[in-house]
């Protein structure tokens, strides 16, 4: 007797689901082993005065994102009107158009 | 109780049968549905992971940098700008930094090189990230060379391969001593790249900053938060490929819903109405759509997901790294440590599978309510 | 027993194509009795067998089974007495396409929440009651005509229903098929099952089975009564 496709279907589903959670549990269980390397990361942050991730090597601007002003993308090679993915992946920075100076 | 569970396994016995007599159309359909949302799901995973894990490492960043612009360009800051900054109520340390850029014309590729006191080097030695040693095959002992600001070039000693596990933040790094930094790049002294500065108390940054700039106006200091942020936004959805891959997303479920929505085929009201003829409810049929449309989309939400999540933390997002790559020669490879916002899976869940189940039963509403002697009619 | 009393049936009622398929009509069918409903087509003999069978609601007029008005019940409790009390056969067959037999066969008693074993068991008895045992996983656009209206019929009794209704069940089959037919109606009668067929095809009208008769035309009753 073939068996029936509600018990096909709650099979594939349970199996699915234990997947899933098996899953969630090596995600909990990596970031405690991640942890202290994570740590080592941070510290090299602070010791080496690090401001950026590197992510995109191509152009100063998306390398350091986070010091990113607004004429960098004209200093580079004039036919890179915009470094396609990296640019349209990275936004420029929230704080661009923003200033510390006093407001009048 | 029992019997409801029973009816309810019927009528789901009943839909996959139904469903299963179109096997090409309804397992093209799953595997749409599930490489749409692989794709969403791995973007998901892959963006919060990546900030999440910027948002930790960068909790280290200096909380102000403070620097210089000069012809609506950066220059290099004096380091006056320093003695100035220190004398600001609040500032308790100022130190320049010293990096720049290098362009390497045989790898036609961009590293950062920079000075670090912390890391103590002999002389004529460097240490260099491991994206640069991995695509130069240079390592520890090896002679590197490059050349310096007046067209020379200069052999460094490699003292030291920054750690593998840190690639995310120094693959394209070169750690220099500072007078051999000045010399090689032509910097001056007095003068520095940016100044950062550490301040007593967190919650001044601001009040500071502007202090900096009242006192400086040719200076733009950063601070800390304002890093964090950048990273934030990063691989927002309004982002220009993001959007594009949303778009896709939203328009194959558009089309999906068109195909639902646009109607019962005829041959599916005749099945509605046979079903209600020979004894059938209204409630029935409407349960036998909500199955039809939970089958499908529960399994390939799932499916999708759970590949996603492999494809993001076990192959490192092999999908995305041409894109990630873009045009640079030097790249990080990295394991991306799995950060799971729960909010964002039920968000995914409830976009997906909830519109499809529902354009699966709205449309047979009508055919639900049918007289059943409609197949006695006919 | 039905008792239907002065039932009518308006289609498309204040529009321009009104019309009135069944007119007035009053009879009683007696439990354990074939009847057979007779007329040209369009006489309203589908339209009252809908009615008796509680698929139609009337227009007007009271229809009640065992003594039980059921003209104004709501439709779940109507869909659950067409469950229960019976079993249809359709001109077409109406088997639903792409499922095999014994899924056919299952399909009306889903709704009651059965243990799946013993409806699978139960179904399987129907269809080797009818020589189909052999068919039960075949699809059912792979039966011939005569196998598909066994079917049919197995479906019609899977809920072991007292009446069956019966709409020109044999308007597909040839002679022979006929003949099959109206020889598993009378299995059907000698179980005690009451039996109303709507018919123009004289094997059916005329066969010594039937009980009473029921003439119609044009919506209204041209004669009724037992027959020796």
Known sequence: MTTRYSTRFFTLTGALLLLATLLLIHAGRQRVTDRPLLRKSAELVRILELTDLCLFTEASYTRHLALADLRTPFQEYPLALEHFPSGSLASPPPHLTESHAPHH | ?378 | MIKVTQISKVYNAGRPNEFTAVREVSLTVNLGEVTVLKGPSGSGKTTLLGMLGCMVRPTSGRISLSHREITSLPERFLTQIRRETFGFIFQQFNLIKGLTALENVMAPAYPTGEKFATLRSRALETLALFNLAHKAAAKVEWLSGGEAQRVAIARALINNPAIIIADEPTAHLDTKLSHEFMAIIRQLKDDGKTILIASHDPIVYDSELMTSRIELRDGSVVTAGSLP
């Open chain 2, 1 to 378: 109780m029992p019997h409801t569970i029973e009816k309810q396994r019927h009528i789901i016995d009943f839909t996959l049968a139904s469903l299963l007599r179109r096997r090409g159309k309804n397992g093209a359909l799953f595997t749409v549905y599930t490489l749409i949302v692989f794709i969403l799901a791995s973007v998901m995973f892959f963006t919060y992971a990546l900030k999440e894990e910027a948002a930790q490492v960068l909790k280290g960043a200096p909380e102000i940098v403070v620097q210089r612009s000069l012809q609506g360009r950066y220059a290099p800051i004096p380091l006056e700008y320093a003695a100035k900054i220190r004398g600001i109520r609040g500032v308790m340390a100022v130190r320049p930094r010293l990096w720049g850029y290098y362009y390497d014309s045989v790898f036609l590729a961009n590293y950062t090189i920079m000075t670090a006191e912390s890391i103590p080097l002999p002389p004529g030695s460097i240490a260099i990230g491991h994206g640069i040693s991995r695509m130069r095959r240079a390592y520890e002992g090896d002679t590197i060379s490059f050349t310096g600001v007046d067209g020379k070039a200069r052999n460094f000693t490699i003292a030291k391969i920054l750690p593998q596990e840190s690639q995310l933040l120094s693959a394209d790094l070169i750690l220099m001593n500072e007078d051999e930094y000045r010399e090689f790049s032509g910097l001056p002294p007095g003068l520095a790249s940016d100044l950062t500065l550490k301040v007593r108390n967190p919650k001044e940054l601001t009040t500071i900053a502007e202090k900096i700039v009242k006192a400086l106006p040719d200076s733009r200091p950063i601070i800390r938060n304002e890093i964090l942020r950048t990273y934030d936004a990063l691989f927002s959805w309004r982002g220009g490929l993001l959007i594009i891959i949303m778009s896709a997303a939203v328009l194959a479920f558009v089309i999906f819903a068109w195909d639902k929505a646009s109607g019962l085929s005829a041959e599916e009201k005749k099945e509605i109405g046979i079903l209600k003829a020979v004894g059938w409810e209204t409630s029935d049929i409407l349960f036998m759509k909500f199955w039809e449309g939970m089958t499908v989309s529960l399994t390939s939400f799932l499916a999708g997901t759970i590949l996603a999540y492999g494809h993001i933390f076990f192959t490192s997002a092999a999908l995305f790294a041409p894109v990630l790559k873009g045009w640079s020669v030097l790249y990080p490879v990295f394991r991306l440590t799995p950060f799971i916002n729960p909010g964002q899976i039920a968000t995914l869940f409830f976009l997906t599978v909830v519109p499809y189940t529902v354009t699966t039963i709205i449309p047979s509403w009508r055919a639900a309510t049918i007289d059943p002697d409609s197949v006695l009619r006919s």
